[in-house]
């Protein structure tokens, strides 16, 4: 007899642990799949948004729940989900897809997250990572070095960038602050030193550890966006006299909105001549250390006592896969100094152990597709990709400045940016294209008024893509469509 047989109950869990339903529902999934991709790349539909208001989705999806549960024999969701999943989501392979900083994954990188999401080792001990857990020590090394943080550098990856500013942001902490705060709290009230134009995650990541609004600094920036060095010098000054105690300062690199680099090189020698910590955010920009044409703006993050960098911006990799890099790899377990009793049998620094470095225990394993990416292409792939998104930006500039109705706000140092038609309502009208379509931008605001923001994601977004973009949205400035 069978130790497992199958009975003939449509909803038992034994039906859906067949290879021949795997094998079947897998073979379907690839079709599809594929006639999507080859769809979005051709632009085979009206918008790249199918837009609709948020109220509108919520009532199909709820009408959907209301039916019985009917699915078909061996099948898990119903024939039709999938379809519709595609047929409602933004499509990023869309070459007029120029949104939000999300990567426009490398398409055969699908394959490798869904062979993970099988294994699904879950990788906060060794035994629960024993491919995944050395790759991703092995892979963080070398990436660390190529950054230029020396030989003792290394890092972990984890699921983004807020989560890896959190982390390095523990272990400033723990190296930074006086008594040990990972043990008895902070003994004083801490603080760091961050751009005001900084991601609001680093903010957040200061009040979850406990420090209030209080706790960032927000240092003024010149014209450009860049840390101001004569504002950084005085908010040190002002802090340190209301009794904060400052424990790092954190670069941006770059920033979000408008993906300016702050002087790198400057903030280390800051951190140096004060004792601080010295952390980069790059969840977005540090991508161009791959790129012999675009790293100049990193120059100094060699300097980083950490370094988070997203994977899912301009790197190909679906999300969230992020790297936390330190100069110094002991500082990755300063971060997280705690017993687990069930998982680990000491507090040593071992690296098989993943969690010990980690917010997260359980996580995917993210190390599987940098290590593949890394260990096939070194950092050409990545370079070939930074370089054709910086170049999108760049091409995207020049046709701004060629037009005279239109104002560039600065001239692009990685694949952001932000422009706006002279004279007209660009909120407007970025809600007129949002919801005609055919391109998917965004938005932002600076100083107070509103600009349009294109961050370049897909590499194969043409000239003409953009040219087709600014031309619509002239069409939709002049047409009934733009409501104020
Ligand atoms: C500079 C910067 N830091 C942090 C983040 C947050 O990263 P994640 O979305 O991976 O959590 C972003 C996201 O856009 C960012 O631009």
Redesign the pocket.
């Given at each position: 007899m069978k130790a497992c047989s199958k009975p003939n109950i449509p909803h038992h869990w034994s039906n859906f642990y067949t290879v021949d339903a795997f094998r079947r529902s897998g073979g379907e999934m690839v079709e599809q799949l594929a006639n999507y991709l080859a769809e979005s790349q051709d632009k085979h539909h009206d918008q790249v948004l199918p837009f609709s208001p948020p109220e509108e989705r919520l009532t199909y999806w709820k009408s959907r729940l209301e039916n019985e549960s009917d699915a078909e024999p061996g099948r898990l969701w119903k024939e039709n989900l999938l379809e519709e999943v595609l047929a409602q989501s933004n499509r990023l392979h869309d070459p007029r897809y120029a949104g939000?900083?999300v990567a426009v994954p490398l398409p055969q990188l699908s394959w490798l997250q869904a062979a993970t999401a099988l294994l699904n080792n879950g990788m906060a001990i060794d035994e629960m990572g024993p491919a995944s857990s050395p790759m991703e020590e092995a892979v963080t090394q070398e990436l660390a070095q190529f950054m230029g943080l020396g030989s003792g550098a290394s890092g972990i990856l984890c699921h983004?960038?807020?989560?890896?500013?959190l982390t390095a942001l523990l272990a400033a902490r723990q190296r930074k602050a006086i008594g040990n705060a990972w043990k008895d709290g902070s003994a004083r009230p801490c603080a760091v030193l961050v751009s005001e134009q900084?991601?609001y995650?680093?903010d957040r990541a200061v009040r979850v550890m406990g420090w209030g609004a209080a706790g960032t600094v927000k240092v003024r920036t010149l014209s450009n966006h860049q840390i101001d060095p004569e504002a950084l010098r005085e908010s040190l000054a002002e802090a340190t006299a209301q009794g904060l105690e400052i424990i790092a300062v954190i670069g941006?690199a770059?920033?979000?909105s408008t993906g300016t680099f702050d002087d790198l090189e400057m903030l280390a020698s800051f951190a140096q001549q004060n004792d601080l910590w010295f952390h980069v955010?790059?969840?977005?920009?540090v991508a161009q250390i791959f790129s012999e044409r675009n790293k100049a703006p990193l120059k100094g993050i060699e300097k980083a006592d950490s370094v988070?960098m997203?994977f899912?911006?301009m790197l190909g990799v679906p999300?969230?896969c992020?790297g936390l890099f330190y100069r110094n790899s002991s500082d990755a377990y300063a971060a997280f100094s705690q017993e687990a009793a069930y998982l680990y049998e000491n507090e040593q620094e071992e690296w098989w152990n993943l969690s010990k470095r980690t917010f997260e225990c359980t996580k995917r394993m993210l190390s599987v597709a940098v290590f593949g990416i890394w260990e096939a292409h070194g950092n050409k792939l990545w370079e070939s990709l930074v370089d054709r998104l910086v170049d999108r930006a760049q091409t995207a500039a020049r046709a701004i400045a060629q037009r005279p109705q239109w104002e560039l706000f600065a001239q692009p140092q990685s694949n952001i940016v932000c422009f706006r038609l002279k004279g007209a309502d660009n909120a407007a009208l970025r809600h007129a294209m949002l919801e005609h379509g055919p391109h998917y931008i965004v938005k932002t605001v600076l100083n107070d008024e509103t600009w349009l923001r294109c961050t370049f994601q897909n590499p194969l977004t043409e000239d003409g893509d953009i040219e087709g973009m600014l031309a619509r949205l002239e069409e939709l400035a002049e047409s009934a469509l733009i409501q104020p």
């Open positions: 939000h900083q983004g960038g807020t989560l890896a500013n900084a991601h995650c680093v941006n770059c920033t979000t955010d790059g969840a977005h920009g988070a997203d899912h911006k999300a969230l992020t």
